[in-house]
């Protein structure tokens, strides 16, 4: 959608000053930036205001099947807006191993608010659907679209609430409704180094008889503090999938243990390029 905003502002702008000016284009070419940009503005707010009407018409208390189609697609061309925008630069290796057939849950680092912005626009055909902290759904417009994406929300403080939110993913994915994402840390990294695991969430792959995919990414913290200043370059690799027979007769920490090194020897591979 990026693209066609920047052809469609091209195209409505030359067209806006030719028509105005009789088409004399060496002395009103200085009008054609200015007209771009407006007319990439008010393209801008067309899309913010179509899913701005569209979080306000979801009906909370709805049972959600499965992630809507629809606000997937609006979710993953905000995405692209939003670092094309921002100036983020989003490098990836090894998607092609995500599975094509059956559910999955996929786990990475976590290292800012923008990390699942980051999935959804790296993978815009993935019915996938995030294990959040409970305080995001606090938020209006963004628990609309959470909702209507199947995200569950968990308390990280209560091992009893957590428990339900775990039950719940085993059960979407048994049912074949959607795949789980979920940040084993359970918060964001302020170090950058990767942390301890909840090794309880890798229940959720053993229970539900699910592969695991297993990413990491990188730099995504600095996309606060450089946006609208400079560009940042963020990555985004998927490592390899653990399949449910390598998963089956292993406790969560032995499962979480592996996890862990896969993702720290993925982390400092980058760290050395």
């Known amino acids: 959608m990026v693209y066609i905003f920047l052809t469609l502002s091209l195209i409505g702008s030359v067209?806006?000053?030719?028509?105005?000016?009789?088409?004399?284009?060496?002395?009103?070419?200085?009008?054609?930036?200015?007209?771009f940009i407006v007319f990439f503005l008010i393209l801008l707010l067309l899309f913010l205001l179509i899913l701005f009407l569209s979080c306000v018409m979801v009906d909370m208390r709805k049972r959600v099947k499965r992630p809507s189609r629809y606000f997937l697609f609006l979710l993953n061309q905000f995405s692209r807006l939003a670092f094309f925008l921002g100036g983020v630069r989003l490098h990836t290796e090894g998607l092609d191993k995500v599975p094509t057939e059956g559910r999955f849950?996929?786990?990475?680092?976590?290292?800012?608010?923008?990390?699942?912005?980051?999935?959804?626009?790296?993978?815009?055909?993935?019915?996938?659907?995030?294990?959040?902290?409970?305080?995001?759904?606090?938020f209006y417009l963004v628990s609309q679209v959470m909702h209507q994406l199947l995200c569950?929300?968990?308390?990280?403080?209560?091992?009893?609430?957590?428990?339900?939110?775990?039950?719940?993913?085993?059960?979407?994915?048994?049912?074949?409704?959607?795949?789980?994402?979920?940040?084993?840390?359970?918060?964001t990294s302020k170090t950058g180094q990767l942390q301890p695991f909840r090794n309880g969430t890798f229940k959720i792959a053993q229970k539900a008889g699910v592969p695991i995919v297993v990413c990491t990414i990188g730099n995504t913290e600095s996309i606060r503090k450089n946006m609208f200043r400079r560009h940042t370059d963020v990555y985004l690799s998927v490592h390899t999938v653990i399949s449910y027979e390598e998963l089956a007769d292993k406790t969560t920490i032995e499962v979480g243990d592996h996890i862990h090194a896969i993702m720290e020897a993925g982390i400092a591979a980058r760290n050395r390029k």
């Open 15 to 35: 067209l806006f000053i030719g028509f105005r000016n009789g088409f004399l284009f060496p002395a009103v070419l200085w009008q054609i930036p200015l007209a």
């Open 152 to 187: 569950l929300p968990i308390d990280r403080e209560n091992d009893r609430e957590a428990l339900k939110s775990i039950i719940k993913a085993i059960q979407l994915l048994k049912e074949d409704r959607t795949s789980i994402f979920v940040f084993p840390e359970g918060y």
């Open 105 to 138: 849950m996929m786990v990475a680092n976590h290292l800012s608010i923008f990390d699942p912005v980051l999935f959804y626009s790296a993978f815009p055909n993935l019915e996938l659907s995030f294990i959040a902290k409970k305080e995001s759904f606090s």
